[in-house]
């Protein structure tokens, strides 16, 4: 298997089934754990000198962040079943989940100023649904982080593609620093499939194809794009669900379209 993709693990003492770190990855900017919490079990965490961001994958917990005691959080059984519900906790504070039903949580975090945002929950009427693409390029795309929300670096989006339709399509990258045309961003992919013994494909590759990794994606997989295009597909029968998380020198997201396929957008 690529280094580039990882697959879930027994549940380690923190009620971890994945950890991605900039030193694991190799990169500088995108941390990512995932969590999964039986009714009545508890995880916590410092963000330290990182900003976090709590998404509710499944499942309900109550959530304390800094200062603040924010209840019972969360409302849908499965990422197909609704809009998502999530925690912003700045850098430097701490926080603490205890489920009130089975929960998948992913914590999502990048670098960050202690004090420069608030804790706050970012409800599943924060940002509207958007359709993007056409014919059998359609997905559905919402923000849950955007570069317009308060955050330091951090930008955080998921995305449902129907069964049959491809997504990050046509192909695109955001590897360099050169906005306004292109930002550089390192990207986790967490992919969900439904039913869940579907699976998918994504490809990851650079013009001099000195990076071209080819995947078969299952349902819990995660994927990491230090650099390159970075497209994938749902395949008959299975949509697939991703949560993309992003960060780098700019909280801005500019994509350059592989020039090869961009003539589909024209057609």
């Known amino acids: 298997m690529s280094r580039l993709h990882l697959r879930q693990h027994a549940p380690d003492h923190e009620h971890r089934v994945i950890r991605v770190t900039p030193e694991s990855a190799g990169w ?11 009714a009545g079990e508890t995880a916590r ?126 192909p ?18 967490y992919h969900r499939l439904n039913p869940g013994q579907g699976f998918g494909f994504q490809r990851i590759y650079t013009d001099d194809r000195s990076l071209d990794v080819s995947m078969t994606i299952e349902d819990g997989d995660v994927t990491l794009v230090p650099r390159g295009y970075h497209p994938c597909a749902a395949l008959h029968g299975y949509d697939l669900y991703y949560l993309n998380v992003m960060a780098g020198p700019k909280r801005i997201w500019r994509f350059y379209n592989d020039p090869q396929h961009e003539w589909m957008l024209k057609a």
């Open 172 to 189: 695109h990258k955001h590897d360099r620093d050169a906005f306004p045309e292109e930002t550089q961003l390192e990207e986790v992919y």
């Open 28 to 38: 500088e900017y995108v941390g990512f754990d995932l969590y999964k919490l039986d």
């Open 45 to 170: 965490g410092e963000t330290g000198d990182r900003e976090v961001c709590l998404v509710f994958i499944s499942g309900k917990a109550a959530v304390t962040a800094g200062d603040e005691d924010f209840g019972s959080v969360g409302a849908r059984m499965s990422p197909f079943e609704g809009k998502p519900w999530s925690v912003y906790v700045p850098a430097g504070a701490s926080w603490t989940l205890t489920a009130e039903t089975p929960c998948e949580i992913a914590a999502c975090s990048s670098p960050g100023a202690a004090g420069s945002c608030p804790p706050r929950v970012v409800g599943p009427d924060s940002h509207d649904v958007m359709t993007r693409g056409k014919g059998n390029n359609i997905r559905y795309v919402t923000d849950i982080i955007n570069e317009t929300d308060p955050a330091d670096s951090l930008l955080v989006v998921e995305v449902i593609t129907p069964a049959g339709n491809a997504s990050s399509y046509p």
